[in-house]
């Protein structure tokens, strides 16, 4: 038992962090962002610019087999390239759907001309790309699509509306899912498509956040063209595409969860009292900085078991399915108590405050959104009792009515 | 990155697991529960005799020479089990107290007898709460004086005891001891109480002595007692799912019903988070790192409150049937209390791990 790389993982750590030293700022604590002060349009184009960069050092599709124009390289690799870019001050985050989800799906469905077409662009950061799924309706329940895909010659029209996608306002390219057969069951009559967010009839709207951000979007379509050449998998088999988009998420291990707000917790009790005398030699203080130690040392500890597995060539264990669970209340937990430690004042804002309470203000403020994305912390423990444990699925009532049929 | 066991290791759990799951029975474990053994003779031979119980202990002192992270393994079975061995006090605390503190004469005359099942040890290092006026135990540089509280105090030959500075090792047949069993709440892990009046005992001289021997024995103790607790929570999760899948309510498994459902995914999440703090303070304990007061504290937190939950959770979601004697929820229930508070409770091991973090962040 170590934490110590392989001498190829060493290597390959080494290689990495070379070009990143040469290339980007290193980071100067875990709280510091990229560009704090960019407007949007410039973060985008600064993420095209670094995902340009990565793609001529070939580290922007690690895992991806080389005939799609990855490297081929064991996903360990890809874990370490995201450990050693963490300690950079890089836009991240712009082509985590396009490089982690969506241009896999199209290299495993599309055409070879299709895949031509998009992949090389993408892997160069000329294109973002989003996914299509969620939609007003069809939130945890995802095959509860309305959107409506109809045939028309060599053309599908779609009419619908989908929601929180992701950077759609500035994105180029999505994969959608839509309702190709209202005849079969919910999730028999899905087809995915490539959507072309430029085309006609295409209108994305930033949703503003009650975290004050706009980072998602509700995407409206209205009679949008879209050419046969352009489905992924055949007609109606929408469902088994998107399990497939999926799995690869399956593989990118809890990369963007935070690991060390105990230490930030610390921090800001460091300049805390507590009826006069310092926080830190409070009990209640002290042991709750012990539970903020758990929970975020506990997802590291969780992470390296899954680091661990993809070491060893293995697939990660059940235990990748709490991480969600235990990160999302963790963060709530901690930034909640860390407002506390300030009493009243502990509602002014980072302006008044210090700079020191900007990022447990966003944690505060962005973990009721952590714990719904990706799965509500209800949809987890579903996930948890039924895959892990064994116990019996939820009653559906719905699971062989033809679509159609289903109450509104 | 390797932040798992080995398969070899995993071999030897699985052989641990088979002998325990044909030795320490629920029909075992019942008659110390039911007052008839102080412990199970047939278990504890089986331990030692397959180099289980004393896989950290050097082979130069009849131990099986192999390492710590085989006995974390070994301690989990013995949780998953419930095996009524005096493990915890014997090997955790004692043979750790006495292999890492001890002269080598006083590792000659001991280990090898402990090792061979000759002899049976425990200890008392020390703890942060206390209840009952006692008679604190004092060490004069030859002899001990005063009463202590003795984990299969019942049982043992010979005792590894705090007295102020010193770490003394007691015969506990020598002139000036009594000893008297107490009735405990798990009467499948024993205590019994000693008083000494000028008994003869010696100092443990070895390279760590005093209160860094007891620290540093207590902190490995938190990492085994947790694979400890880890193995009795996961096998209380089991049985309750196993009952919620048999058990039928308003026509349905009562495993069906979300509420059930949500508990036992609970449940799971808190026996994998300690079980990540585990793995944690076996390495830590393993590679003998500084982070070892850090790591022990969190796998003493986090693995006292998964058993807890879990055998407090596994009756409730038996149902009148799980507050039955019976049924053997109630001995996780009582093991798990025992276990959490053999070397003081959570909360004064939070208390530790706190300040570590406070250190650590500095």
Known sequence: MDFKDTAEEAAFRAEVRAWLEANATPRQSAEETFGPDLTEDERVAAAKDWQRKKAEAGYAALTWPKEMGGRGAPPIQQVIYGQEEARFLVPARVFENSLGQCLPTVGAWASPELAAQYLPRGIRGDDIWCQLFSEPAAGSDTGNIRTRAERNGDEWVINGQKVWTSGAHFCDYGILLARSDWDQPKQKGLTMFILDLKADGVDARPIHQMSGERE??????????????????????????????????????GGVLPTTLHETLVKLARN?????????????????????????????????????ALSKGQEPGPEM????????????????????????????GHEVLGDEYAFMQMMWLTAPGIRIAGGTEEIMRNTVAEYVLGLPREARTDKHVPFRELER | MNFDFSDDQRLLQAEVQKMLAATSTSAEVRRCLEGEALY??????????????????????????????????????????????PLASGIYLAAEALSLGGSEAQKQAWLPRITAGDCIATAALGGAEGYL??????????????????????????????????????????????????????????????????????????????KALAARVRNGAAVLLAFEQLGGAARSLDTAREYSLERKAFGRQVGSFQALKHKMADIYTGNELARAHAFYGAWALSTDAPELPLAAAAARVSAT????????????????????????????????????????????????????????AA
């Open chain 1, 216 to 253: 998602f979007c509700e995407v409206f379509l209205n009679d949008v063209r879209i050419p046969d050449t352009h489905r992924l998998g055949e007609v109606n088999q929408g469902w088994t595409v998107m399990l497939s988009t999926l799995m690869h998420e399956r593989m990118s291990i």
């Open chain 1, 272 to 308: 805390a009292t507590w009826n006069g005398a310092p926080a830190l030699d409070n009990d209640v203080v002290k042991a709750r900085i012990a539970d903020a130690y758990l929970s975020q040392k506990g997802v590291d500890l969780i992470i390296s078991r899954g680091i661990t």
């Open chain 1, 321 to 348: 399915s709490i991480l969600k669970l235990v990160a999302a209340r963790g963060i709530l937990d901690i930034a909640s108590f860390a407002m506390e430690l300030a009493g009243p004042e502990g509602m002014l």
């Open chain 2, 40 to 85: 199970s003779q047939v278990t504890w031979r089986e331990l030692l005799g397959m180099g289980a119980a004393t896989a950290a202990l050097p082979a130069e002192y009849g131990g099986a020479g192999l390492g710590y992270l085989e006995l974390c393994l070994v301690a989990e079975e013995a949780g998953r089990h419930l095996a009524a061995v």
């Open chain 2, 133 to 210: 006026a006692g008679d604190a135990p004092r060490f004069d540089g030859t002899a001990l004086s005063g009463s202590v509280l003795l984990p299969d105090g019942g049982a043992a030959d010979v005792a590894v005891i705090q007295a102020g500075d010193d770490v003394v090792l007691l015969e506990l047949s020598a002139a000036g001891v009594t000893r008297e069993p107490l009735v405990s709440l798990d009467p499948t892990r024993p205590y019994a109480r000693i008083r000494c009046d000028a008994a003869p005992a010696q100092a443990l001289s070895g390279a760590l002595a005093g």
């Open chain 2, 305 to 360: 409150r998964a058993y807890t939950v879990a055998a407090e959770e596994s009756i409730e979601i038996h149902g009148g049937i799980g507050f039955t004697w019976e049924m053997d929820c109630h001995l996780h229930y009582r093991r798990a209390r025992y276990l959490g508070q053999l070397i003081g409770s959570e909360h004064a091991w939070r208390a530790q791990l706190a300040d570590a973090v406070i250190t650590e």
